[in-house]
């Protein structure tokens, strides 16, 4: 069975720092472009950072670009989402999705046949 298991959210100050990772199971996930996507309560969920299979390509929302860094490591079945200076407003809760089909990565989320379920991320003093 194909699962993608999210980990390391939790609740920090303005300005600390979080690392979440999204661990695969049933499935190599060297194959599979990645997405971490971001749902706040009352909005849409939207694109925090994508990969590509082998990491070539990467792509931030202009939201998190110079605080945020996605990264995998194919030999641990596992994409990683590093993020510094967080801000109230990055408080979400945070999915990572995977598809194979995707030769680069995309900001869509029906680009995506696979999901997480989520790990919560506050940002609160």
């Known amino acids: 069975q194909l699962q993608l298991v999210e980990s390391g959210g939790g609740l920090v100050q303005p300005g600390g720092s979080l690392r979440l990772s999204c661990a695969a199971s049933g499935f190599t996930l060297d194959v599979y472009a990645i997405g971490w996507f971001r749902q706040a309560p009352g909005k849409e969920r939207e694109l925090v950072s994508c990969i590509s299979r082998r990491g070539g390509s990467i792509n931030y929302a202009d939201s998190v670009k110079g605080r945020f860094t996605i990264s995998r490591d194919n030999t641990k079945n596992t994409v990683f989402l590093q993020m510094n200076s967080l801000e109230p407003e990055d408080t979400a809760a945070y999915y990572c999705?995977?598809?194979?089909?995707?030769?680069?990565?995309?900001?869509?989320?029906?680009?995506?046949?696979?999901w997480g379920q989520g790990t919560q991320v506050t940002v609160s003093s």
């Open positions: 999705a995977a598809d194979a089909r995707l030769v680069g990565c995309s900001g869509a989320r029906a680009a995506y046949g696979y």
